[in-house]
Nanobody
């Protein structure tokens, strides 16, 4: 079992940057692929980015490609989401999620139901 806690959200102007962090508890962090999702008011939770257990492979939703970068530090049990060139449409609550992958398959999951553990979310607001 793992618990995850997001931090780093806030208010930023369009074109600015933020870095979100996701700190995970537990000794088996490297057995989890990790994902970031976001949810705007009145909308469904939507996939943003995925990273495999080793960090060697990443995958992004089309609208954030080239602007967002997901990374992880297994020594610190932490996943990051660097967000650059932010747009007002990036405004949402951002969630970190852990996907149990002890076999290190590297399969990319983009649906919320495929993830096992979730954080409480951190608000990102981008003003125009």
């Amino acid at each position: 079992q793992v618990q995850v806690v997001e931090s780093g959200g806030g208010l930023v102007q369009a074109g600015g940057s933020l870095r979100l962090s996701c700190a995970a508890s537990g000794r088996l962090f490297s057995s989890y692929s990790m994902g970031w999702f976001r949810q705007a008011p009145g909308k469904e939770r939507w996939f943003v980015a995925h990273i495999t257990w080793s960090g060697s492979s990443t995958y992004y939703e089309d609208s954030v490609k080239g602007r967002f970068t997901i990374s992880r530090d297994n020594g610190k049990n932490t996943v990051y989401l660097q967000m650059n060139s932010l747009k007002p449409e990036d405004t949402a609550v951002y969630y970190c999620a852990a996907d149990w992958d002890p076999g290190h398959t590297g399969v990319v999951h983009t649906q919320p139901i495929e993830y096992d553990y979730w954080g409480q979310g951190t608000q990102v607001t981008v003003s125009s």
